[in-house]
Protein backbone atom coordinates (compact mmCIF):
# COMPACT_ATOMS: atom_id res chain seq x y z
CA UNK A 1 0.00 0.00 0.00
CA UNK A 2 2.65 2.18 0.89
CA UNK A 3 4.50 1.66 -2.43
CA UNK A 4 1.38 2.78 -4.59
CA UNK A 5 0.15 5.53 -2.42
CA UNK A 6 3.90 7.04 -3.06
CA UNK A 7 4.13 5.89 -6.42
CA UNK A 8 0.33 7.45 -6.75
CA UNK A 9 1.57 10.66 -5.69
CA UNK A 10 4.71 11.11 -7.39
CA UNK A 11 7.51 10.39 -4.87
CA UNK A 12 10.77 9.20 -6.46
CA UNK A 13 12.93 6.77 -4.80
CA UNK A 14 16.17 8.26 -3.00
CA UNK A 15 19.20 8.07 -5.86
CA UNK A 16 21.53 5.20 -5.26
CA UNK A 17 25.10 6.73 -4.45
CA UNK A 18 27.92 5.79 -6.97
CA UNK A 19 30.75 3.63 -5.43
CA UNK A 20 33.80 5.52 -6.44
CA UNK A 21 37.31 5.00 -5.52
CA UNK A 22 39.52 7.08 -2.83
CA UNK A 23 40.49 10.85 -4.12
CA UNK A 24 38.09 10.49 -7.08
CA UNK A 25 35.87 13.59 -7.68
CA UNK A 26 33.58 14.60 -10.56
CA UNK A 27 36.46 15.48 -13.12
CA UNK A 28 38.78 12.75 -12.35
CA UNK A 29 35.85 10.75 -13.62
CA UNK A 30 35.00 12.51 -16.32
CA UNK A 31 38.62 12.76 -18.00
CA UNK A 32 38.84 8.93 -17.22
CA UNK A 33 35.62 8.64 -19.34
CA UNK A 34 37.10 10.87 -22.01
CA UNK A 35 40.20 9.30 -22.63
CA UNK A 36 39.45 5.23 -22.03
CA UNK A 37 39.23 4.36 -25.50
CA UNK A 38 41.87 6.89 -26.94
CA UNK A 39 44.48 5.01 -24.36
CA UNK A 40 43.22 1.56 -25.01
CA UNK A 41 44.11 2.69 -28.62
CA UNK A 42 47.66 3.88 -27.64
CA UNK A 43 48.58 0.84 -26.18
CA UNK A 44 47.44 -1.14 -28.57
CA UNK A 45 49.68 0.90 -31.27
CA UNK A 46 52.92 0.59 -28.22
CA UNK A 47 52.28 -3.07 -28.24
CA UNK A 48 51.84 -3.43 -32.13
CA UNK A 49 54.64 -0.80 -32.93
CA UNK A 50 56.90 -2.32 -30.22
CA UNK A 51 56.04 -6.22 -31.40
CA UNK A 52 57.48 -4.84 -35.23
CA UNK A 53 60.61 -2.98 -34.26
CA UNK A 54 61.93 -6.14 -31.87
CA UNK A 55 60.77 -9.17 -34.29
CA UNK A 56 61.63 -7.13 -37.58
CA UNK A 57 64.84 -5.66 -35.88
CA UNK A 58 64.04 -2.17 -37.85
CA UNK A 59 66.34 0.36 -39.10
CA UNK A 60 66.11 3.92 -41.09
CA UNK A 61 63.13 5.61 -40.92
CA UNK A 62 61.46 2.66 -40.29
CA UNK A 63 62.89 2.26 -36.82
CA UNK A 64 62.40 6.24 -35.87
CA UNK A 65 58.56 5.85 -36.78
CA UNK A 66 58.27 2.72 -34.50
CA UNK A 67 59.97 4.52 -31.48
CA UNK A 68 58.47 7.70 -31.91
CA UNK A 69 55.08 5.73 -31.82
CA UNK A 70 56.72 3.99 -28.14
CA UNK A 71 57.19 7.16 -27.05
CA UNK A 72 54.44 9.20 -27.69
CA UNK A 73 51.85 6.35 -26.61
CA UNK A 74 54.15 6.09 -23.25
CA UNK A 75 54.07 10.04 -23.10
CA UNK A 76 49.99 10.27 -23.12
CA UNK A 77 49.66 7.75 -20.64
CA UNK A 78 52.18 9.62 -18.12
CA UNK A 79 50.12 12.58 -19.21
CA UNK A 80 46.53 10.44 -18.32
CA UNK A 81 48.17 9.55 -15.04
CA UNK A 82 49.46 13.30 -14.09
CA UNK A 83 46.47 14.99 -15.10
CA UNK A 84 43.93 13.19 -12.90
CA UNK A 85 46.21 13.47 -10.05
CA UNK A 86 45.86 17.04 -10.42
CA UNK A 87 42.31 16.57 -10.69
CA UNK A 88 41.83 14.20 -7.21
CA UNK A 89 40.96 15.08 -4.01
CA UNK A 90 43.25 14.29 -1.73
CA UNK A 91 45.81 12.95 -3.96
CA UNK A 92 47.22 10.84 -1.50
CA UNK A 93 44.72 8.70 -1.16
CA UNK A 94 43.83 8.66 -5.06
CA UNK A 95 47.25 7.23 -5.41
CA UNK A 96 46.71 4.57 -2.97
CA UNK A 97 43.99 3.46 -4.77
CA UNK A 98 45.03 3.54 -8.04
CA UNK A 99 48.47 1.52 -7.70
CA UNK A 100 47.05 -0.53 -11.22
CA UNK A 101 47.55 2.47 -12.72
CA UNK A 102 50.65 3.69 -11.99
CA UNK A 103 51.71 0.22 -12.97
CA UNK A 104 50.34 0.80 -16.45
CA UNK A 105 52.20 3.91 -16.51
CA UNK A 106 55.62 1.60 -16.04
CA UNK A 107 54.65 -1.04 -18.36
CA UNK A 108 52.03 0.32 -20.93
CA UNK A 109 51.65 -2.83 -22.45
CA UNK A 110 49.35 -3.87 -19.86
CA UNK A 111 47.34 -1.22 -20.90
CA UNK A 112 45.21 -3.49 -23.61
CA UNK A 113 43.86 -5.65 -20.57
CA UNK A 114 41.06 -2.94 -20.22
CA UNK A 115 39.84 -4.57 -23.70
CA UNK A 116 39.31 -7.75 -21.93
CA UNK A 117 36.47 -5.50 -20.28
CA UNK A 118 34.34 -6.44 -23.65
CA UNK A 119 34.72 -10.06 -23.06
CA UNK A 120 33.84 -10.15 -19.25
CA UNK A 121 30.23 -8.43 -20.33
CA UNK A 122 29.34 -11.90 -21.88
CA UNK A 123 29.44 -13.70 -18.40
CA UNK A 124 26.40 -11.61 -17.23
CA UNK A 125 23.95 -14.07 -18.32
CA UNK A 126 25.01 -16.56 -15.85
CA UNK A 127 22.62 -16.76 -13.16
CA UNK A 128 25.13 -16.00 -9.69
CA UNK A 129 26.84 -12.92 -8.82
CA UNK A 130 29.54 -15.37 -7.86
CA UNK A 131 29.60 -17.42 -11.15
CA UNK A 132 30.44 -13.43 -13.33
CA UNK A 133 32.71 -12.48 -10.37
CA UNK A 134 34.76 -16.23 -10.97
CA UNK A 135 34.11 -15.52 -15.10
CA UNK A 136 35.95 -12.20 -15.07
CA UNK A 137 38.77 -12.90 -12.68
CA UNK A 138 39.51 -15.86 -15.35
CA UNK A 139 39.02 -13.94 -18.59
CA UNK A 140 41.20 -11.36 -16.50
CA UNK A 141 43.38 -13.74 -15.11
CA UNK A 142 44.02 -15.22 -18.81
CA UNK A 143 44.36 -12.60 -20.95
CA UNK A 144 46.89 -10.54 -18.22
CA UNK A 145 49.11 -13.87 -18.66
CA UNK A 146 48.78 -13.59 -22.33
CA UNK A 147 49.83 -9.82 -22.45
CA UNK A 148 52.56 -10.62 -19.80
CA UNK A 149 54.62 -13.62 -21.91
CA UNK A 150 54.54 -11.69 -25.67
CA UNK A 151 55.37 -8.67 -24.07
CA UNK A 152 58.63 -10.25 -21.92
CA UNK A 153 59.32 -12.25 -24.66
CA UNK A 154 59.69 -9.24 -26.62
CA UNK A 155 61.93 -7.81 -24.01
CA UNK A 156 64.34 -10.61 -23.37
CA UNK A 157 64.66 -11.04 -27.27
CA UNK A 158 65.78 -7.24 -27.49
CA UNK A 159 68.74 -8.07 -24.83
CA UNK A 160 69.30 -11.40 -25.67
CA UNK A 161 70.11 -12.17 -28.88
CA UNK A 162 72.48 -9.95 -29.59
CA UNK A 163 74.65 -10.86 -26.70
CA UNK A 164 77.33 -13.43 -26.56
CA UNK A 165 76.93 -16.89 -24.88
CA UNK A 166 73.07 -16.14 -25.60
CA UNK A 167 70.61 -18.72 -26.29
CA UNK A 168 67.50 -17.14 -27.03
CA UNK A 169 68.42 -15.59 -30.64
CA UNK A 170 64.56 -16.07 -32.25
CA UNK A 171 61.26 -14.91 -31.05
CA UNK A 172 60.12 -18.26 -30.61
CA UNK A 173 62.68 -19.51 -28.59
CA UNK A 174 61.40 -16.52 -26.44
CA UNK A 175 57.66 -17.60 -26.39
CA UNK A 176 58.96 -20.66 -25.38
CA UNK A 177 60.95 -19.98 -22.30
CA UNK A 178 58.75 -17.16 -21.60
CA UNK A 179 55.99 -19.80 -21.60
CA UNK A 180 57.88 -22.46 -19.07
CA UNK A 181 58.96 -19.29 -17.19
CA UNK A 182 55.48 -18.45 -16.32
CA UNK A 183 54.08 -22.02 -15.73
CA UNK A 184 56.60 -22.33 -13.20
CA UNK A 185 58.72 -25.75 -15.45
CA UNK A 186 61.62 -24.11 -16.01
CA UNK A 187 63.33 -26.80 -18.14
CA UNK A 188 66.23 -25.09 -18.50
CA UNK A 189 67.16 -25.36 -22.32
CA UNK A 190 66.57 -21.25 -22.45
CA UNK A 191 68.42 -19.26 -20.00
CA UNK A 192 68.70 -15.09 -19.98
CA UNK A 193 72.44 -14.37 -19.83
CA UNK A 194 72.17 -10.52 -19.79
CA UNK A 195 70.83 -8.22 -16.92
CA UNK A 196 67.73 -6.97 -18.54
CA UNK A 197 67.17 -10.58 -20.01
CA UNK A 198 67.26 -11.57 -16.05
CA UNK A 199 64.92 -8.60 -14.46
CA UNK A 200 62.57 -8.86 -16.93
CA UNK A 201 62.73 -12.77 -16.20
CA UNK A 202 62.17 -12.02 -12.28
CA UNK A 203 58.94 -9.82 -13.50
CA UNK A 204 57.80 -12.67 -15.40
CA UNK A 205 58.63 -15.31 -12.65
CA UNK A 206 56.18 -12.70 -9.96
CA UNK A 207 53.46 -12.29 -12.43
CA UNK A 208 53.61 -15.68 -13.20
CA UNK A 209 52.78 -17.25 -9.89
CA UNK A 210 50.08 -14.43 -9.12
CA UNK A 211 48.57 -15.31 -12.24
CA UNK A 212 48.53 -19.12 -12.59
CA UNK A 213 47.52 -19.02 -8.47
CA UNK A 214 44.53 -17.01 -9.91
CA UNK A 215 43.51 -18.82 -12.75
CA UNK A 216 43.67 -22.29 -10.27
CA UNK A 217 41.67 -20.65 -7.50
CA UNK A 218 38.92 -19.55 -10.13
CA UNK A 219 38.85 -22.86 -11.99
CA UNK A 220 38.43 -24.54 -7.99
CA UNK A 221 35.79 -22.33 -7.04
CA UNK A 222 33.73 -23.19 -9.90
CA UNK A 223 34.22 -27.16 -9.12
CA UNK A 224 33.57 -26.77 -5.80
CA UNK A 225 30.44 -24.61 -6.67
CA UNK A 226 28.92 -27.36 -9.02
CA UNK A 227 29.91 -30.22 -6.53
CA UNK A 228 27.63 -28.28 -3.81
CA UNK A 229 25.11 -27.81 -6.37
CA UNK A 230 24.80 -31.32 -7.63
CA UNK A 231 24.70 -32.46 -3.76
CA UNK A 232 22.19 -30.06 -3.23
CA UNK A 233 20.03 -31.19 -6.00
CA UNK A 234 18.63 -33.83 -4.78
CA UNK A 235 17.17 -32.30 -1.42
CA UNK A 236 15.78 -29.48 -3.44
CA UNK A 237 13.57 -32.68 -6.10
CA UNK A 238 12.38 -33.80 -1.99
CA UNK A 239 11.10 -30.73 -1.53
CA UNK A 240 9.19 -30.46 -4.44
CA UNK A 241 7.66 -33.83 -4.19
CA UNK A 242 6.72 -33.28 -0.53
CA UNK A 243 4.80 -30.16 -1.81
CA UNK A 244 3.20 -31.71 -4.97
CA UNK A 245 2.09 -34.79 -2.78
CA UNK A 246 0.76 -32.37 -0.01
CA UNK A 247 -0.99 -30.53 -2.83
CA UNK A 248 -2.81 -33.79 -4.17
CA UNK A 249 -3.82 -35.02 -0.52
CA UNK A 250 -5.33 -31.53 -0.15
Not at 19 to 33: L, M, N, Q, V, Y
Not at 129 to 135: E, F, H, K, W
Not at 168 to 179: K, T
Not at 186 to 209: E, H, I, K, N, Q
Request: aromatic share 8%; proline share 4%; charged share 15%.
Amino acid sequence: MTDETGAAAGVRAPAVPIKTKPGETDATRRWSSAMYWPLTIAALLFLVSYTVHVIGRLTGGAAVLTSLIIGLSWLLFVSDYLVRLALSRPRGAWVRSHLSSLAMVVMPALRPVRLLDASTRLATFRRSAGSTLRARLLIYGVGSALLLIWYISLVVLQFERDAPGASIDSFGDAVWWAFCTVTTVGYGDFVPVTVPGRVAAVVLMAGGVVLVGLIVATISSAVLERVANAQAQPEHLGDAEKADAAEDAS
